[in-house]
């Protein structure tokens, strides 16, 4: 139930090409669905996030489609540059609201995808 | 500032060696995390801390074992590497849980090979 999948493993667009990165995941008390960014040799960073009230997110050339009834959640990089090559991870965390306060989660990662943009 | 910092950047071990990797972050955060990274396998967590003095197990504990005496350093320490250790571990941090006012920022990188 905490598992998220990624696909496709690894993607080759064209510079000013569409990028879309697909996720999916069971269990639907996550709230909190964010992308991170990994260049080569370097730690993830936060790109965009979503929550699932929202069914779209955009920032810049990139966003984030979210289908609460699919259970599905995609990243569009639009006009794709050499620049945006690099390692893309999609995850989802959860909230969980009790008595004694609110505890957020911790985060479960897809498997990534290897982004490449040809000049 | 430096954010979080993890050294060694680059470590080869023999089978059965031990060796301790440091975390130092300076953004004052509450939550620190260690996660490996492998080709196909995305971040998994091996274990977290919520506190000073406080860790708990994550996804893929065994063979690993952490201590957070400090609230700025969070250690991660392997006992007796195998092969299967090889990997790039991560070291994160969050002001809190993940959550919108509380992004991970993760370091750069230790990238390890047992041999």
């Known amino acids: 139930q905490q598992q998220v999948k990624q696909s496709p493993q690894s993607l080759i667009v064209q510079k000013g090409g569409i990028s879309i990165i697909n996720c999916a995941y069971e269990?639907?008390?996550?709230?909190?669905f964010p992308w991170y960014q990994q260049f080569p040799g370097k730690g993830p960073a936060l790109l965009i996030a979503?929550?699932?009230?929202?069914s779209e997110k955009k920032e810049g050339r990139f966003t984030i489609s979210f289908n609460k009834s699919a259970k599905q959640f995609s990243l569009h990089i639009m006009d794709s540059q050499p620049g945006d090559s690099a390692t893309y991870f999609c995850a989802a965390s959860l909230t969980n609201y009790n008595a004694g306060g609110t505890s957020y989660g911790k985060l479960t990662f897809g498997q990534g995808t290897i982004l490449t943009v040809h000049p | 500032n430096a954010g979080v910092t993890q050294t060694p950047k680059f470590r080869v071990l023999k089978t059965g060696q031990s060796m301790t990797l440091l975390c130092a972050q300076d953004m004052n955060h509450e939550y620190m995390y260690w996660y490996r990274q492998d080709p196909g396998m995305g971040l998994r967590l091996i274990h977290y801390s919520v506190g000073e003095g406080t860790t708990a197990k994550g996804e893929v504990p065994d063979g690993y074992n952490v201590s957070r005496l400090k609230k700025q350093n969070f250690l991660l320490g392997l006992e007796s590497a195998a092969p299967s250790q090889t990997s790039v571990y991560f070291c994160?941090?969050?002001?809190?849980?993940?959550?919108?006012?509380?992004?991970?920022?993760f370091g750069n990188g230790t990238r390890l090979t047992v041999t």
């Open positions: 979503i929550r699932p009230d929202v």
């Open positions: 994160a941090s969050s002001y809190e849980g993940v959550y919108w006012h509380s992004p991970l920022h």
């Open positions: 269990n639907t008390a996550f709230d909190y």
